[in-house]
């Protein structure tokens, strides 16, 4: 009994259409990578289980897939650990590998493994799957492919600014206009937790912060008072609940909060530095706008964090995001590493460019040309043809037998061919074709020598 | 304590030299299989169990890489399995998914839960990695991709035709001049088997046949004996290991064989009609030749059989293969749908190309122009500069600090940097930059005005 297919929760079968869709931005993002001087690298599929486990804090380790070992891998679990029939003790004995759950760990160990062999700063960019087993739901898979860019060995601001250009090129590359790259400073939220006096409670502070498109201001504040922030200090941070306003006002209004804090003003500088290079320079279509309640996993960003989202009137969580961690290679023995990178969300940003329709028209095609076929000697004067059509690029087709017309034309028509050539007998005759636009439905004759004028119109 | 960091046996990481080489061939690969009517598809990394195993025999089947359930995943296991300690029996309650192990299984299981949506005959190319858990060796990965192109349901050995000139296409748009595309027909294998006697032995003949590259003559004959063939039947096939001589003569020392068998001459006729035709058509590079001893998973194949060899002199094994399957589709319920399809082999196609040093000088340039940095202001001037080149598609970048002149020349030599630009603080006050082309040592001096005539010497 044959059974019948699925493919595991989570997972995609992408058809020829979502694929060149998908191609379109990848390409898009490609191309900005390397003019922005960034070198590809490729990482394998699944990494030892200790290069990856313990680097995504608990949650994180529940939602790696491990490999089970190959062979008689129940030999290698001693008595006491197998008659304990649990689970989270048996795994590691059972799995060495597993598959890798984001590029940037990946990345560390790349750099650390390869240091001699690159030159400092590294910029490399890198797009591939990863797996997470997340409880899957709309728009969050358990396969899914990262688009990073990360320079090593800089802490140059200028990185900052070149990583909001980047943004700002692929996104008009792609005729995504009015994007906002949204920005922050770890030293800015640090500073205000030393000024309001929550220091020791700066990851509950901001986390709680990070949730003000959520769950509103009253929630924000009821979350920080239920993790031991006075109400005082609360109210002493009041600056970051009134509407943002300009990047000016919200400088001025930063420097007046943070006067007490070191932290808080070196992180102002580097914020009005950035702003004030990229005003200098210009973008193209993105806004540039200073977030203070922008936190993203605050634990790993030591500077600059960005994240942007699409455009207004676009329901759409952030469609990137990134920003500047110290160290990221230490974890692997190479210390005093500065890192800074950015991350294209190909998903979310295919689901933005579908819903404006913003896909140029022609992105999916797949066939240029289809000869239909009137039988074997018609067939093979149309393959010779196709065949110089094919070398000069153009996508052509003969059908593959001498099926009813209308059955070949109907074939012409789901893949929505363009032109259809018409070689039968007559026409072998003449040594000649005659092309049909398929859209105005308008036929021309070409004789064979002609090949070369038909291939200029297309 | 900082772990020092590995990666598992049988993966790579792939350096931005290496991609640029592999995407070189990749891009080659596709744009001819786009030319060729193909369509891209992509299907996820890991399939449920049910879908791979028992497909590949038992080798394959222990092979797969098999993903560890999430959560408390021992719960699943009865206790009668569980005290049995048998990694067999347990192995398939503790895991439901698994890595693909190629991308025909994929692909047939893609086509039967798509089979509503897609054209048939339907042409799809898919090139994605695939893992197997075999012994690494020199040469043999545990991840690797595959590169595949398809056509399903159409018996038309037009398709046999157009495979072959794919072929022919790639490697002549990869300047690899003088491969042989090696052609078979299982129906000529069968009619052989049938005409000596040894019909019902047809595998162990074929397998046999198949090691005559590695095990000469001697060997062959002698595994044949082995298996049951008789001396009468093996002095019956000895045409098979004269040498083979032009396609003409051999096409008639099969016709005497082959005499009595209609499946044999059905065979004949096929392989007879792809030889005129393409010889009718013509090749670029490649040299098509019948190889009767060719037999590659035998029982897989039921019509046409390919491989490509690396030409003359070049120790490689086949870099290609592929050929006509019927009901591939049958496992999983749609039945009488024949396929036939190629395969490149990457990896090996890699090595090819750079032992003979046939990858193009260019092909890894990551960086065209790095504007060194004399500080802030000369910085600032310097990104504005390549931010126009890079909107222009110049791969270019601006040193990130003001280290030693000595330092960012030293860099740009490891980037293989073409062109340095120098833009100090006497350059910005006259709003010119200097262009230095590394390889010759000649400067050129432009004034800012001047940056479209300096990129139109790109």
Redesign the interface.
Known sequence: M???????KG??????SE??KR?YIFDSIK??F????F??????????S??LLGKYGEEGD??I????N??????KVDDVT?SS???AT??PR????A?RYDLTVPFA??V???QN?L?F?F??YQIQ?V?R?DRPQKGRFR?FFQCDAD?VG?D?L??E??LI?LYD?VFADLKLDGVTIKMNNRKILAGIAEVIGAKHLLIDFTVALDKLDKIGEEGVKKEMLSKGISKEAIDKASPLFEPQGSNVNQLERLETLLESSEEGKKGLEELRYILE?IS??GLQTAKLTIDVTLARGLNYYTGAIFEVAAPDGVKMGSIGGGGRYDDLT????LKDVSGVGISFGLDRIYLVLEELNLFPKSVDR??DVLCLNFGAKE??AS??LI?V???N??????Y??NAKIQKQFK?AN??KVPYVILLGAEELNSNSFIVKHMESGEQTTYSFSELDKFISTL
Do not use: C
Request: proline share 7%; net charge positive.
């Open positions: 044959a059974q019948k297919p699925s493919i595991p997972t995609r079968d992408f058809s020829p694929i060149a191609n191309k900005n390397q003019t922005y001087g070198q590809p690298i490729e990482t394998p599929s699944f990494e030892n200790e290069t529940r939602l897939f491990k490999i089970l190959s062979g008689d891998f129940i030999s197998y029939k649990n689970s048996i795994a059972i799995t060495e590998k598959l160990r790349y650390v493994m390869h062999e030159d700063p910029k490399r799957p797996w087993a396969e320079v800089s140059s200028l990185q600014v070149e250009q090129a290079t200098s320079i230490g974890i692997f023995g797949t066939l067939a093979l393959l010779k065949t059509l094919r070398k690029g153009v996508f052509a087709d003969v593959p037998s074939y789901n893949r």
